[in-house]
């Protein structure tokens, strides 16, 4: 047992996979921040189940699909009902008064996988997942819409090891709407001013120097990835169809191996790579 | 505080190693272990669950060895603090962990333990309550790497040392000035309210030590007492990191034996030594050695009580206490007790000196001065990168040749200024251009203009004593220092500011009342600070920027009026040119006081060996020991305690060797003994015939004194009795080893 994730060398390590179905409801009742095409379900099953698949086949994670919620439109979203780092996970208490229900059926997942779960009680917090960026050295918390100062505490209470530091998000729905970690010491960033901005802010912050990816799309620049024992250096990042100009720029890395994943449905409706899924490693059973 | 109540000192680390593996020796882990554990438990450092529970676990390995469901029943836990909120279900955790460690050492549990704790976030921060200027309450925290701030355990803002330019207080309102960010022209002044004036001040105090000893690479000179100023004239004193590094890794000794007492109320041996030494016979045996061997800790004494160090925070009854921390350090006094800057401070007495009572104070002044003359030594030794500051030096050196570890090293000089009290000496240094700030107390900041002329003042390090630097009082109202970036930037990565940095020098700054708004945070306070040009007042009060190399430059221009000759005969840098002049006050902690003087030069040891001793007269002393470090590999030295009258080490360096001289000058049985061991290291790709170049130093030597004996001893060392006659006798040990 390494303790406190075994350092920076581990980050990305990954054994499970929570998930969750998308309802039928997502087309019309998800949240969205801009108005614009529909939802072509069909196609965002489809995309969501290769998702799925290559967390699953392809690199040998244990996956627990949650089945979809008629009633919460926006259930696919995994990512924001709650923040697992090591052994402990913190139940959210979503931005959106319409997704604090999506905690439940996360918490049946996450008891069921032995984790230390710490619930957000407090009424006047508000935490989304989406905007909780750890880099295996620290957290970077969003203060959107969806996040408050309070739910950012309450992070930096559950989570006491690591520094937590507060990153103002304008202009953007999450703070990973525009970043994410693409490698042990990476942070891939968008080009928007919003991004750099958020950018310049965490660098600030932080005692440690990240590199940075600089990719042409901010929604681009949220990517996954993971460290698998067999594999190495994983990345999870949106095909070239969509984001030509970005893909360039993953497919510069040479170490990783390069997933291209098409997400063009959910993104209508804000939807990340990383919304779609809360990764969990599990050490060997003591 | 009365006479009559046994005082008490507890250990403190005052500056936590951000990386603790690099320690050399794990006695200084285990010490380092004994304050994170104390820390832990009380709260101060704060962590998980999961955390607690794998640290807690490695304490139990280091303190109990392997797991033994025999003799570790369900309670054995209970007995230890962990944490400060320890539940049932903790202590289940850190006995399951226990377990999995079955078979590590004590040793590697600590290191285990400090790999894990160094990670943490709030490792080595040093928390101050303050409000912002819309009293808030925030956190600030002082590290390593700047000021952190923090509001509700979240960081809202951090200003990493080199972009802090100033840092004052004034009653009980502490600033800083940060650089201008990007896009930003001015200065920027943010201050923060503290509860008094008192609470001001340490903050400001332990902002001043931290950027000294993380930052620079040698302490800055205490600001020269000016009449009628109210400025405090604090300065961070000891060694800093890189001195320590340095020093350290000269050590050249057996790792210290120590026990580990169990911070349970029972005492247990884990290495197999017999049981019930007492901890005063325990802590004996290596503050000595660890005092002159100038290790990666010094202890800190202070005989004056019947301290105990203190383990884990416990008392012997074993309930957790909250020890009182004196910090000596801290508060004017007693800095003249210290001994040395150090990566950890001990303090505790009674370790080996409870009969000195009277020579006490003189025992710690001796032990100043040798640590004075250490670190001046210290600050005139180059990195071990010669091709980088040779390419960096402006000031003409032909003389030198390649490699050019070159060391003057002028004590006798350093000498004269400290008896004359002396306290600062300016130095104009061409190679510096740039800034001075020049304080000047009541309150007034006045800022001398950047100028682009390449003149600056200098002042070289050669303060009197090392408690110098503590010339102030707790009253003083105001404060400033000016954190300087004298390290080399290369060494402890900089930020990005560099450029900015050039940039600004090249429009005149104005005087500014600055409302700034950093990202992320509302803690500013638009301060006013009375700046006005003040250039006339640069000559009396420079304070200096000094680059390593600058340091060097100075003191190799000092010198080389005196050295040029010496220098024509340096050959491939391997060269070290050491005048010492053992004055009075390095033995002073015996009757009668004066000894007389001894010379000892010793130049290159590849061109000539010249060892001059005079005669010492015979002192006769009541002196106990101080320390005496047994060479390993001397067999004529036996290993009989003696008292050693002065330790040096010198090292230079050239591309492909490394000598370091120790010198150490002993009184045993009556007779004075002066020992010169140079260890040249071979390192490099260079072509050096290890067996020839011993040859030739054997070769000169004798060339130089006929009547030498010599005989090699093993592991390549050569041991050369130089003289021997009836008071004195002077050693040349001669260590080469490849690297």
Redesign the interface.
């Known amino acids: 047992?390494a303790?406190?994730g075994g350092?920076p060398a581990a980050f990305g390590r990954c054994t499970h996979a929570v998930v969750r179905a998308l309802p039928e409801s997502l087309c019309r009742q998800a949240l969205r921040s801009a108005a614009g095409p529909e939802v072509d379900f069909a196609r965002a099953e489809r995309e969501h189940q290769l998702y799925v698949g290559v967390l699953r086949g392809k690199l040998g994670l244990q996956v627990l699909e949650l089945p979809a919620d008629e009633s919460l439109p926006d259930c696919v979203f995994v990512e924001d009902a709650a923040v697992v780092c090591?052994?402990?996970a913190l139940l959210t208490r979503p931005g959106a008064p319409s997704r604090r229900k999506e905690v439940e059926a996360m918490k049946r997942a996450l008891e069921s996988l032995n984790l230390?779960i710490v619930e957000m009680v407090d009424e006047n917090a508000t935490l989304d997942g989406g905007d909780v960026l750890f880099t295996g050295?620290?957290f970077f918390?969003g203060l959107s819409r969806r996040t408050n100062?309070r739910g950012?505490?309450i992070l930096?209470?559950?989570?006491?090891?690591?520094?937590?530091?507060?990153?103002?998000v304008h202009d953007a729905l999450h703070l990973k709407s525009f970043c994410s970690m693409a490698g042990p010491n990476l942070i891939a960033i968008g080009s928007s001013e919003a991004a750099q901005?958020a950018l310049?802010?965490m660098q600030?912050?932080?005692?440690h120097?990240y590199d940075k990816l600089t990719v042409p799309d901010d929604a681009a620049a949220n990517c996954i990835y993971l460290n698998i024992p067999s594999k190495g250096h994983v990345l999870l990042h949106r095909a070239p169809e969509e984001y030509p100009e970005s893909a360039k720029v993953f497919e510069k890395l040479k170490d990783h191996m390069l997933i291209p994943i098409a997400n063009t449905e959910l993104e209508k409706v804000d939807g990340a790579l990383t919304c779609c899924s809360v990764l969990i490693n599990k050490s060997s059973e003591? | 505080m009365k006479r009559s109540l046994p005082w008490i000192f507890t250990f403190n680390v005052k500056f936590y190693p951000p990386d603790p593996s690099q320690l050399t020796e794990d006695i200084t882990r285990y010490f380092l272990c004994l304050q994170l554990r104390q820390d832990i438990a009380s709260g101060r450092l704060p962590c998980s669950f999961v955390t607690h529970a794998l640290l807690g676990s490695y304490t139990l390995q280091a303190e109990l060895g392997d797991h033994d469901p025999e003799e570790h029943r369900s309670d054995y836990i209970s007995e230890f603090q962990f944490a400060p909120n320890q539940t049932q279900e903790m202590e289940e955790k850190v006995a399951e962990l226990h377990k999995t460690h079955r078979g590590l050492t004590p040793a590697q549990a600590d290191s285990q333990f400090l790999e894990n704790a160094k990670r943490l976030s709030m490792y080595g921060v040093d928390l101050h309550h303050a409000k912002d200027s819309e009293g808030v309450d925030i956190m600030l925290g002082v590290c390593a790497n700047g000021l952190l701030i923090y509001k509700d355990r979240l960081r809202i803002n951090r200003f990493a040392w080199p972009k802090i330019l100033k840092i004052s207080y004034k009653r009980s309102n502490f600033y800083i000035k940060v650089r201008p960010a990007e896009l930003e022209q001015f200065e920027s002044t943010i201050g923060f309210k503290l509860p008094n004036h008192r609470a001001a001040k340490r903050l400001w105090k332990v902002c001043v030590e931290h950027h000294t000893f993380f930052r620079l690479v040698s302490p800055e000179q205490p600001p020269k007492a000016k009449f009628l100023t109210l400025g405090s004239k604090f300065r961070y004193s000891g060694r800093t990191q890189a001195q320590t590094r340095q020093a350290s890794n000269l050590i050249d000794r057996p790792a210290p034996y120590f026990e580990r007492t169990s911070s349970k109320r029972v005492s247990r041996s884990l290495d197999g030594a017999p049981m019930g030494i007492s901890d005063q016979s325990l802590l004996r045996d290596f503050p000595a050695t660890a005092r002159q061997a100038a290790g990666d800790k010094i202890l800190d004494l202070d005989a004056a009580g019947q301290a105990k160090l203190k383990e884990g925070g416990r008392e012997e009854d074993g309930s957790p206490v909250k020890t009182p921390q004196l910090e000596l350090t801290q508060d004017g006094k007693s800095n003249s007790l210290r001994v040395d800057g150090e990566n950890i401070y001990v303090r505790h007495s009674n370790l080996m000196l409870e009969d000195l009572d009277k020579t006490q104070d003189d025992l710690l002044k001796h032990q100043a001065s040798i640590s004075e003359l250490k670190r001046n030594f210290m600050e005139s030794t180059p990195e071990p990168r010669p091709n980088e500051w040779e390419k960096r030096r402006i000031t003409p050196l032909s003389l030198q040749t390649q490699g050019s570890s070159h060391e003057t090293l002028d004590i006798v000089e350093e000498k004269k200024q400290a008896e004359v009290g002396i306290e600062e000496t300016l130095v104009v240094d061409e190679t510096n251009k740039g800034k001075m700030q020049v304080a000047t107390g009541a309150g007034e900041t006045c800022k001398v203009e950047e100028h682009l002329s390449k003149k600056d003042s200098s002042s070289l390090p050669s303060d009197s004593s090392s408690s110098s630097s503590s010339s102030e009082s707790e009253d003083e109202e105001v404060g400033e220092y000016q954190p300087h970036h004298r390290a080399t930037e290369e060494v402890i990565r900089e930020e990005q500011e560099e450029e900015e940095d050039m940039k600004r020098k090249e429009h005149e700054e104005k005087i500014q009342h600055v409302e700034a708004t950093p990202e992320g945070s509302k803690l500013n306070v638009p301060v006013e600070h009375t700046q006005v040009k003040a250039e006339d007042l640069v000559q009396e009060n420079a304070v200096t920027i000094a680059t390593e190399e600058k340091n060097l430059s100075e003191e190799i221009k000092q010198d080389l009026g005196e050295e040029k000759e010496e220098e024509q005969l340096r050959l491939n840098g391997d060269v070290s040119h050491v005048d010492i002049d053992v004055a009075p006050q390095i033995i002073c902690c015996s009757e009668p006081p004066v000894v007389k003087t001894e010379m000892i030069t010793i130049s290159d040891a590849t061109q000539r060996t010249e060892i001059s001793t005079k005669e010492v007269p015979i002192v006769q002393t009541e002196t106990k020991t101080i320390t005496y470090e047994s060479p390993q590999l001397d067999s004529s030295a036996g290993g009989n305690a003696g008292v050693l009258l002065s330790a040096q080490t010198i090292t230079s360096e050239s591309i492909s060797t490394t000598t370091t001289t120790h010198i150490t000058k002993m009184v045993k049985g009556g007779v004075s003994e002066t020992r010169i061991e140079k260890r040249i290291v071979i390192t490099g790709d260079a072509d050096i015939d290890h067996d020839e170049a011993l040859a030739q130093a054997i070769k000169e030597a004798k060339e130089q004194h006929p009547d030498i004996k010599y005989f090699r001893g093993k592991n390549d060392t050569v041991i050369m009795i130089m003289k021997n006659c009836n008071h004195s006798k002077s050693s040349l040990l001669y260590r080469m080893h490849r690297a």
């Not at chain 1, 600030?204 to 005692?207: K, L, V």
């Open positions: 047992m303790g406190l350092g090591e052994e402990t230390n050295r620290e918390v100062q950012a505490e930096a209470d559950t989570f006491k090891d690591y520094a937590v530091s507060t990153v103002p901005k310049k802010t600030q912050m932080s005692d120097r003591l």
